[in-house]
Every structure is written in C-alpha cells, then in structure tokens.
C-alpha cells in the first residue's frame, strides 16, 4: 500500500513541479539580464518544497495523527515527486540537529560535489557514442 502510495504521490509532485516551474521561469524570462536566464524556476520548486517538508514533516511528528500512508504519500510521493532537494534539506538538517554536524556538511559537499561531477560524467560519456 505504501508503495502505491509513493507512485500516486509522485505522479501528482511532477506534475506540480513541471507547472510551477515553467510558470515561475516564463516569468522571468519575459525580464533582461540574469533573471532570464538564471533557473528561478527550479530555485523556487526548490525553496517551496524545502519550506513545505519542513511544516509537513513537522506537523505530521508533533500535532496531527496521520496513518504511515499519508505520511508516506506526502513526504515522500508528493514532495519527492516535486523535488528530492525537500528531502536532501530535511535529511541533512536532521543530521545537524542530532549533533552529525560534519556528516551534515559531508552530505552537503557530497550531494552537490558529486551531483555536479556525474552530470559532468554522464554528458562526456554520452558524448562518446
């Protein structure tokens, strides 16, 4: 049920992300300079799924009951459907609250050192063929 839960949730964050993000960067593209060609659209999928994992997750864990499946449906489907950054900001925050504060910077230097590196990888390998 979970996993059905996940994929419906997914579906819907998508959906939601690509909306958002080209209404967001449509937006400024109809600006000059680096607004229009700085991704704000993806900065604001983003942010809003940063700031809306941390309300979710929160209330979820400290004022409202909510079966596994909802909880799973939100915080993982819809919001990982809509980014994985909400997950990466909340995972490593929880790492810093629980006093890992080197395994919170490691993940950040991690993820983004390494993310940045396998695109890099991956373009010059399909660049290959």
């Known amino acids: 049920m979970r996993l ?5 949730g997914g579906a819907l964050g998508s959906g939601a992300r690509y909306l958002l993000q080209g209404w967001v960067q449509q937006r400024a593209s ?3 300079g680096w607004v229009a060609i700085f991704p704000v659209g993806t ?18 864990q400290e004022r409202l009951l909510v079966s ?14 809509f980014t994985t950054f909400s997950s990466f ?9 629980g006093g890992s504060f080197l395994l919170a910077l490691g993940n950040v230097l991690a993820s983004v050192v390494l993310g ?12 290959l063929g």
């Open 43 to 60: 900065l604001a999928v983003n942010l809003t799924g940063c700031f809306a994992i941390g309300v979710l997750a929160t209330l979820f």
């Open 89 to 97: 900001g909340f995972e490593t925050l929880a790492l810093a609250r």
């Open 116 to 127: 940045l590196a396998g695109v890099w990888l991956g373009t010059a390998l399909a660049r």
């Open 4 to 8: 059905v839960a996940v994929v419906l």
């Open 30 to 32: 109809a600006h000059s």
């Open 68 to 81: 596994p499946e909802a909880r799973t449906f939100v915080l993982l489907g819809l919001l990982g459907g």
